[in-house]
Each structure stands twice: as C-alpha cells, then as structure tokens.
C-alpha cells in the first residue's frame, strides 16, 4: 500500500511570501501526483495534475515539481485567498487513490 | 458550466443504510469516470470508491470492507453510492468528482452523512 506523507504540517507564511509544500510517496509513483487547495467550508479544487500540470483556471504562482517518491508545490508569492489547506493525492493500482493528510497554510 | 450536485445524506443510526446520489450537468457524462472522496469533521480527505464510464469496472478503498456500492446511471447523469451497515466513523460529507485518469477535476459541494444514535 502506499502512503502519502506531506511537511510540514502547518506552514506559518505571510502574504507575499513563498510557500514550499512536500509530499512524499513510500513507493515510486511515477509523475501520478496531483495537488488540492481546500477553503473552510468548500469543497476541494484540482490546482497540478501529473507532477507538475497546471489545471485551467490556476493562476501562475502555483507550480509543482518531482517524480518517482518526491514532489513539491510552490506558491511563488502567496496572495490572501492562498491560506488554506492543501492536499496531494497519487494514482496507483492498489489502492487506486490515496490522499495526504494535508499542510495547512497560515497567516504568521 | 459544469456541476455536480450530490444528495441524499442525512441522519442514521449505526447499522443503517443511505444512498447518495450525484447529479453531473456540463460535462459528457457517459464517457466520464467518476469517484467518491470523504472527509470526517476536521479531518483530511479519504477517496472512497471509483467508477468506469460504462459503469463495468469499479474500485473501492480497503477500509470500507465491502459495506459500499458504487453504480451509475447514465439516462440520468447520475452515479451513486450505497452505503450499509454503518458505522460511526463513516460520518462525514461524502463529495462526488469526475475522475480523468489521474486526478479528480471538477467536485460537487458534498452531502453530509451522520452516522449516530
């Protein structure tokens, strides 16, 4: 089975700043890495797909990065609406998905 | 403009049953795979069970134990989830998402699911 493990958990940034968010994989996975933003109160939104896609819509301060076991999401300058919990979620055969549990960005 | 608009959460008592539905607008439904997240209060998220278009191939997360179906239903743009014998760690707001290969797309807002007596 594999596991998700994102850092760190909790992310103290202020606006403007960069944000830095990890996920690693217990096994390789290839480029089947996706990333979430979810808001209090909303449902989640699809920001990178495969590694390092940006979805339609995503503004151009969210990158992603890595392949095989490490992946990063950056937030090059965070705006106000970017504080929130953020989630990655890899494909694989068994089980099919697995979430992280999550880095949840805040305001220093 | 697509939506998903999900139903049929509500309150139960442990043991009980419930079906969620899913009802997609602006995408091709027929040809879309779809998929059911979860998230208990204040907790993370957990994907729950996924669908093929034709409804011919479906997945579920280990955890569940067989207790849950997903189906489809593609006259009326709509996938379900029949969940029976739960249990209290089953509550949670259930979201249904169109799944494209690797990842999840567009979400519904969810249906809550309580699970108490």
Redesign the interface.
Known sequence: ?IVLTQSPATLSLSPGERATLSCRASQDINI?L?W?Q?RPGQ????LI??ASNR?PGVPARFSGSGSGTDFTLTISSLEPEDFAVY?C?Q?SNR????????TKVDVK | EVQLLESGGGLVQPGGSLRLSCVASGITFRTSAM?W?RQPPGK????VS?IGATGDNT?Y??SLEGRFTISRANSYNTVYLQLNNLRAEDTAIY?CARL??????Y????TLVTVSS
Not at chain 1, 43 to 46: K, M
Not at chain 1, 95 to 102: A, Q, R, S, V
Not at chain 2, 107 to 110: A, F, K, L, V, Y
Request: no cysteine.
């Open positions: 089975e089947f996706g979430y979810q449902a989640p939104r699809l797909f495969d979805a989630y979620l494909r089980p099919l998905f697995t979430f992280g549990p999550g | 998929t997240v993370g998220l957990e994907w996924a997945y997360a280990d979201y494209e290969k690797t990842y999840f797309d979400w519904g807002r969810g």
